[in-house]
């Protein structure tokens, strides 16, 4: 079976198809969404929140996230391996690139994810020089948690809504290949989807964008705390993990998901 590249998932946007990713952190989970047909997998430093039973994701580190792409990896043939660059290991562009070659080398991702806009730029063009496909994230940026003040939508006044769209230019510049928006207006996020020729996915976003994302253990109900509202338990009235994962991706690709009620 042929592994999804960055190619696979630009010309899905180019034709138009929803692309389809969840979090994974484990093989037996890995297994189960690459057997469901997702795009992507993202091994997403929220398994700090999920796994580890933690109110944030400052404390996952670069062996957490190595350990964590290394099971996945084992597990899932077909979907493109997206990681992410744990809190403060990307603060300079050398720093990033030694800390996005251990994710690849060591952990076998083919691609890896960074929060924040201008302050990565450099980062972003570096890595793009030495042929490391990049995730972008905009919108509400996890690891910046404490310095937004709370998990809150962001981008919601004009001024925040241009810059969101300004950066979003600057990082497909700067060599991005994907882009993560999460928790942002539908109506910015479909605007930044169609003024950018990568791909864009949404996680609170809404459905006009290239394809979602969700942590896996919101779409099946065992969150530790209140779920997302922008989620949605498919395991409900489902008799399995599979059949769950593969209602997500159904409701994706037919455009059922997300909801308007589960946009903002
Ligand atoms: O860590 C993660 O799971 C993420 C998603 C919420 C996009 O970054």
Redesign the pocket.
């Known amino acids: 079976m042929k592994r999804v590249t960055t190619s696979t998932l630009l010309r899905m946007k180019q034709h138009g198809e929803p692309i389809t990713m969840l979090?994974a952190y484990d093989a037996a989970f890995a297994r189960i969404l690459d057997h469901s047909g997702v795009e992507a997998i993202?091994v997403?430093?929220?398994l700090g929140m999920v796994v580890q039973g933690r109110q944030d994701?400052l404390a996952v580190d670069l062996q957490q996230m190595i350990y964590h792409t290394q099971m996945v990896s084992r597990g899932a043939a077909r979907p493109l391996i997206i990681a992410?660059l744990p809190f403060l290991s990307y603060t300079s562009p050398r720093q990033a690139l030694e800390s996005a070659g251990a994710l690849m080398r060591e952990g076998g991702a083919q691609m890896v994810?960074l929060e924040g806009g201008e302050q990565i730029l450099d980062s972003v063009e570096q890595l793009t020089r030495f042929g490391v496909p990049v995730c972008a994230?905009l919108g509400l940026t996890?690891q910046s948690v404490h310095k937004i003040g709370g998990y809150k939508v962001q981008g919601r006044s004009e001024a925040a809504a241009a810059s969101i769209l300004a950066q979003s230019h600057r990082l497909e510049q700067a060599g991005a290949d994907l882009l993560?928006l999460?928790c942002v207006p539908a109506q910015l996020a479909a605007t930044v989807r169609a003024e950018l020729t990568i791909p864009v996915i949404g996680?609170g976003a809404g459905r006009g964008c290239d394809g979602q994302?969700l942590?896996l253990h919101d779409i099946l109900g065992i969150t530790l705390g209140a779920p997302p509202s922008f989620s949605h338990n498919f395991l409900a009235g489902r008799d399995s993990i599979p059949a769950a994962v593969a209602a997500y991706v159904a409701a994706v690709r037919d455009g059922s998901f997300p909801t308007p009620e589960q946009s903002f």
């Open positions: 979090t993202l997403g430093d929220s994701t992410d994810k994230h996890p993560v999460e996680i994302v942590v």
